[in-house]
């Protein structure tokens, strides 16, 4: 055999190695291929293939082996079980640019699908190596390990304080500052999942200075930015007062209330959700809000906006009415009882008009002119309906009753409008057992009336009047 042939020999198991790893990539895409890839065994084939000579062949095995785990847990498991992991995490400090993506691919797809597998990660060591690849030439590199970094970190705060004590969170800040969006799109997401767990997390990413460039970044043009941005600010502010304060110090009024008329819904929704993160904590904090046309703005959102998106905007209202009478009025200024109104009757989802009869609670608690301006939109009748639904849920029953028991004690009008509109009727109907906490609430509804009112809508008041017509002597001259 010639040197000619022999190097024809090498040549086509090269060839035959190249489009072995390219087809299994491309059936790796899609759903209905995995499982026969699973039972032909294509871990443990790719697996060799992960230090082959060639580099194209190693990037595109590393690629396969991201989709695959990607798919499910059951693959993601067979990656860790089969010791790929150690190997991935060698190439991803030696190998060229294009390697490392795929590598950190693979570190993203095992870890995002639970808390046993992202340890798995942390366990060989990777967080150090992607850390450095945040430091990396090529921006393509530190997006794909700030994803991964991320993937781990939304776990838990075990999980996330690895990721921190890895020094991930300044280089994270360095990277939202980067020109391309979609490194700082990532960036962001990744501080998000960092700062959700603890305010001690929340607080490594403002020491790192994050907060003035997430602020910066509220009214970029693209909506997937910020949608992460307004996250990653959320997830900071819903800590403590501290955290609120120091988001709100880096003068994001009023520019964030024109995000809730961005046209990504998202936006929005996460727009809504900072609001009401700040908003929750103290009077100041949605005294600010309301100065700032905080409230109108969020209103103005529910009237644009259905169904999930309108739950923070909806719960937000209810937090700035919570905390005083004259914040409460502000949201009734605002027309925001009707917008509520609205929202209690036509969302279809339980939770959603449970948050809308709570907020109305809270406007209504306070005094008998905020009562009056919650039972004037005609609201009385349909927290009574959703209340004796049997299809209501147990928490959207609590919510409509306490939201009656606030508002009715306050204001004779709404008292009489739940006497004629038949509520209290309904209410004597109800079965409660003594001593439980719907009996509570029955008792706190009939003590706004006096007792012959309530005898009077009792089942069977009737036929107890028409005994004692039945037994009534009368007076005969």
Avoid at 30 to 43: D, F, H, S
Avoid at 341 to 366: F, N, T, Y
Avoid at 439 to 460: A, F, L, M, T
């Amino acid at each position: 055999m010639s040197q000619r042939q022999v190097l024809q020999v090498f040549e086509q198991y090269q060839k035959a190695r190249t489009q072995f790893v390219q087809m299994v990539a491309e059936l790796a895409t899609r759903p209905q291929n995995i499982e026969t890839l699973q039972n032909a065994g294509v871990m443990s084939l790719l697996r060799p293939l992960l230090l082959d000579v060639v580099p194209t062949i190693q990037q595109t095995a590393a690629l396969a082996l991201g989709r695959l785990a990607n798919y499910n847990d059951d693959l993601a498991e067979a990656v860790v079980k089969g010791d790929i992991l150690p190997q991935l995490v060698y190439s991803l400090a030696e190998q060229n640019r294009f390697y490392k993506k795929a590598a950190a691919f693979v570190l993203r797809a095992v870890g995002k699908h639970s808390p046993q597998l992202a340890q798995a990660i942390v366990d060989c060591g990777a967080l150090d190596t992607l850390v450095i690849c945040l430091e990396d030439f090529d921006p393509g590199v530190k997006e794909a390990a700030a994803w991964a970094l991320g993937y781990i970190a939304r776990h838990n705060a075990e999980l996330s304080q690895a990721v921190v004590d890895a020094g991930a969170v300044p280089l994270l800040v360095l990277c939202i500052q980067e020109p391309e969006i979609a490194l700082k799109r990532i960036a962001a997401s990744a501080l998000s999942d960092i700062s959700k767990h603890s305010p001690e997390l929340a607080q490594t990413v403002v020491d790192a200075g994050a907060i003035a460039h997430l602020a910066q970044m509220i009214l970029n043009p693209d909506a997937k930015l910020k949608r992460q941005v307004l996250s990653a600010l959320s997830q900071v502010a819903k800590h403590s007062v501290d955290l609120a304060e120091m988001v709100v110090e880096a003068e994001i009024f009023p520019v964030v209330l024109t995000c809730l008329k961005d046209k990504d819904e998202y936006v929005k929704k996460n727009a809504s959700t900072l609001i009401r993160e700040i908003a929750k904590h103290t009077p100041e904090l949605s005294q600010l809000i309301v100065n700032a046309g905080g409230v109108a703005a969020v209103i103005d959102c529910l009237g644009s906006c259905k169904g999930n998106i309108r739950l923070p905007g909806i719960m937000m209202l209810g937090y700035v009415a919570a905390h005083s009478e004259n914040l409460a009025m502000a949201v009734i200024i605002s027309k925001g009882v009707p917008q509520l109104s609205v929202c209690l009757s036509e969302e279809p989802e339980d939770h959603i008009k449970a948050a809308a009869a709570w907020a109305l609670g809270q406007i209504g608690r306070h005094t008998p002119e905020h009562a009056r301006a919650v039972a004037v939109t005609n609201t009385l009748p349909v927290l009574l309906s959703l209340y004796m639904s049997a299809e209501s849920s147990e928490d959207l029953q609590v919510k409509s009753k306490k939201a009656i028991k606030n508002i009715l004690p306050h204001d004779s009008k709404a008292r009489r409008l739940f006497v004629t509109s038949g509520g209290l009727k309904k209410v004597q109907e109800i079965k409660a057992e003594p001593g439980s906490l719907l009996q509570e609430y029955i008792n706190s509804i009939n003590n706004c009336y006096p007792e012959e009112i309530v005898r009077y809508y009792s089942p069977g008041y009737s036929d107890t009047l028409l005994q004692r017509v039945d037994s009534y002597q009368p007076l005969i001259n």
